[in-house]
């Protein structure tokens, strides 16, 4: 009795899995095309903001704009009533140091407690970390420029006697703390992802932990941690709020860490509530926002451009 | 009759389960030790625990101790010096990604042999004893993980060789391997037999048969017997289940 129902069921699974199915072939098609807009609309907002942006720049980069004056001059008077200059330089340097100098300090922090948290420190510790990393990410940028201005700046000012406190170093360090926990977090996803089978081969050619993270560990990770890196260079760049708090918002080429200095990204945050709508001095804030596209597009670019290029040395 | 290395009371667990459990084995100096048994019967724990790679594994609790030339290994704090006088070869191939000739030097290179003459020299030895070097000797600098299966897996055996171990354990070398390659690599294996002691754990009983000098039975955990091979394969053992192992009837 009992073989003859399974005898049966088997018949009925095999018709069912031998029988043509157009209901199903429908629905595969329907969620492909799903996913083809999926990915089609991140193509069409790329390309949408970058046209955006140029629309609302337009006007001036086709009549007063002088590539030399935006990149060479250091007078930024939007407003002058006598007469108006548009120079960024000092606008384009502040941007730089202060991505530059919080770089040097997040990238070997970030990257060290990423190494340290994938592959050295034990479990327990492990999983304290990774939540207190993830909550300093979510540390807003606003609390970060008050630290900036609260903590930072007396200490600045009083301990290393500094006339100024709201400086290079001091947005380079706030930049640097908002910076690291990404660099951990995508940094340790990337040690993560290596097989263990190349740290117990490795092992087991009497190579020692540290040995096996900086000969085989770091080398068949680098791709996950130049994305890491990258992803925090563009959080420095593009960061707004804190820099605007931190850096002094001074427009001048600075000449020492403790000089202000103003960032592309806080002048135009600064700004815009100012600048009505379609005059000159909007459109050149549209100019910076598409400086600082073409700065981060450059900066994935060029990033790939070295990965393809490692790629093709093996 | 030299001890080479001598398990004493092994007993292994993971996550609480037991996977070995008093274990007591020696194993004799340039001679070739066959490992046999069903899966899951202990026979790769058995090896981590002697190259203490189950250092490695936060899981697994191990008890007894396992004799190095008659000194303890469990002892001994830093397990990179016992590794290098152990080679092991896992089942399945492991390319490092890094280039043929950094796989082959890697071990040389981290024992502290800078010379790039001497390195050289290691790397060809060691790629033809694995019956390798034909088939890389013009692409030394390919990223090893572009190697096929069997390739990785031979490279593998050639890194276990490059640091000259006084040890070599084989697990399961073959499975990765077409039968062709694999007989190079045994009669390789009986030449290497006279500077060092192999412990080669297989599911193949043949390849056991062939090769061995002595086989053990492993079975859930327990060591049933150990014997000189020829003994073990023709009927003559202590145990009925490792007969009926043998002869196919379990396993």
């Known amino acids: 009795m009992m073989g003859k129902v399974i005898e049966e069921e088997k018949r009925q699974l095999s018709d069912y899995i031998k029988h043509?199915?157009?209901?199903?072939?429908?629905?595969?098609?329907?969620?492909?095309?799903?996913?083809?807009?999926?990915?089609?609309?991140?193509?069409?907002?790329?390309?949408?903001?970058?046209?955006?942006?140029?629309?609302?720049?337009?006007?001036?980069?086709?009549?007063?704009?002088?590539?030399?004056?935006?990149?060479?001059?250091?007078?930024?008077?939007?407003?002058?009533?006598?007469?108006?200059?548009?120079?960024?330089?000092?606008?384009?340097?502040?941007?730089?140091?202060?991505?530059?100098?919080?770089?040097?300090?997040?990238?070997?922090?970030?990257?060290?407690?990423?190494?340290?948290?994938?592959?050295?420190?034990?479990?327990?510790?492990?999983?304290?970390?990774?939540?207190?990393?993830?909550?300093?990410?979510?540390?807003?940028?606003?609390?970060?420029?008050?630290?900036?201005?609260?903590?930072?700046?007396?200490?600045?000012?009083?301990?290393?006697?500094?006339?100024?406190?709201?400086?290079?170093?001091n947005a380079s360090i706030i930049l640097a703390l908002m910076s690291i926990p990404m660099i951990v977090s995508i940094g340790e996803d990337a040690l993560r992802s290596v097989p263990d089978t190349y740290r117990e081969a490795a092992e087991s050619l009497g190579a020692t932990r540290l040995e096996v993270v900086i000969r085989v560990i770091i080398p068949a990770a680098k791709n996950?941690?130049?994305?890491?890196?990258?992803?925090?260079?563009?959080?420095?760049?593009?960061?707004?709020?804190?820099?605007?708090?931190?850096?002094?918002?001074?427009?001048?080429?600075?000449?020492?860490?403790?000089?202000?200095?103003?960032?592309?990204?806080?002048?135009?945050?600064?700004?815009?509530?100012?600048?009505?709508?379609?005059?000159?001095?909007?459109?050149?804030?549209?100019?910076?926002?598409?400086s600082l596209l073409l700065i981060t597009f450059s900066i994935n670019f060029i990033s790939d451009i070295l990965l393809r290029k490692s790629w093709k040395r093996k | 009759m030299k001890e080479k290395i001598k398990i004493q009371n092994l007993t292994a667990s993971y996550n609480g389960k037991?996977?070995?459990?008093?274990?007591?084995?020696?194993?004799?100096?340039?001679?070739?030790?066959?490992?046999?048994?069903?899966?899951?019967?202990?026979k790769t724990s058995l090896l981590r625990c002697i190259n203490r790679m189950c250092d490695f594994i936060p899981?697994?609790?191990?008890?007894?101790?396992?004799?190095?030339?008659?000194?303890?290994?469990?002892?001994?704090?830093?397990?990179?010096?016992?590794?290098?006088?152990?080679?092991?070869?896992?089942p399945l191939p492991v390319g490092l990604p890094m280039s043929i000739r950094d796989n082959v030097t890697f071990a040389p290179k981290v024992a502290g042999c800078k010379d790039p003459v001497i390195l050289e020299e290691i790397m060809e030895d060691c790629l033809k004893k694995s019956a390798l070097w034909d088939e890389v000797k013009d692409r030394l600098d390919m990223i090893a993980t572009k190697l096929s299966g069997g390739q990785q897996q031979r490279l593998t055996i050639a890194r276990a060789l490059s640091h000259f171990p006084e040890v070599l354990c084989l697990d399961e070398f073959s499975i990765a391997i077409d039968p062709v390659t694999t007989m190079r690599i045994e009669e390789i294996l009986k030449e290497l037999k006279k500077e060092m002691t192999i412990i080669l754990v297989t599911n193949l009983n043949f390849q056991a048969r062939r090769l061995s000098d002595r086989t053990a039975m492993i079975f859930e955990g327990d060591l049933l017997e150990v014997g000189a091979t020829k003994d073990v394969?023709?009927?003559?053992?202590?145990?009925?289940?490792?007969?009926?192992?043998?002869?196919?009837?379990f396993g």
């Not at chain 1, 890491?228 to 260079?233: D, E, N």
């Open chain 2, 233 to 249: 394969f023709s009927g003559n053992t202590q145990q009925q289940k490792t007969k009926d192992y043998i002869e196919g009837l």
């Open chain 1, 224 to 290: 996950g941690l130049i994305a890491a890196i990258l992803l925090g260079v563009g959080r420095a760049v593009g960061e707004t709020m804190a820099v605007l708090m931190a850096t002094g918002h001074s427009v001048a080429i600075p000449d020492s860490i403790f000089s202000p200095v103003r960032t592309l990204t806080a002048t135009v945050a600064a700004e815009m509530g100012e600048a009505p709508k379609g005059s000159e001095h909007y459109q050149t804030l549209f100019t910076i926002g598409l």
């Open chain 1, 20 to 169: 043509y199915r157009p209901k199903q072939i429908l629905r595969d098609r329907i969620m492909e095309s799903i996913i083809f807009l999926g990915g089609l609309s991140a193509v069409i907002f790329t390309i949408g903001i970058f046209l955006f942006v140029i629309k609302e720049a337009w006007p001036f980069l086709s009549s007063r704009f002088s590539l030399m004056e935006f990149l060479t001059n250091i007078e930024w008077y939007p407003v002058s009533n006598v007469s108006v200059r548009y120079g960024a330089k000092a606008l384009f340097v502040g941007t730089a140091a202060v991505t530059i100098g919080s770089m040097v300090l997040a990238i070997p922090v970030g990257i060290g407690t990423a190494i340290f948290i994938s592959e050295f420190c034990g479990p327990k510790f492990k999983e304290v970390a990774k939540i207190l990393i993830e909550l300093l990410a979510s540390i807003p940028s606003v609390v970060w420029g008050f630290i900036a201005v609260m903590v930072m700046n007396p200490f600045i000012i009083n301990v290393l006697h500094e006339p100024v406190g709201l400086n290079v170093f």
């Open chain 2, 18 to 42: 037991s996977i070995l459990r008093n274990i007591n084995l020696s194993v004799i100096q340039n001679e070739i030790l066959a490992v046999i048994g069903p899966a899951n019967s202990g």
């Open chain 2, 59 to 90: 899981e697994m609790d191990v008890e007894g101790d396992i004799l190095l030339d008659g000194v303890s290994t469990f002892a001994k704090r830093d397990s990179t010096v016992i590794r290098r006088r152990i080679g092991m070869v896992s």
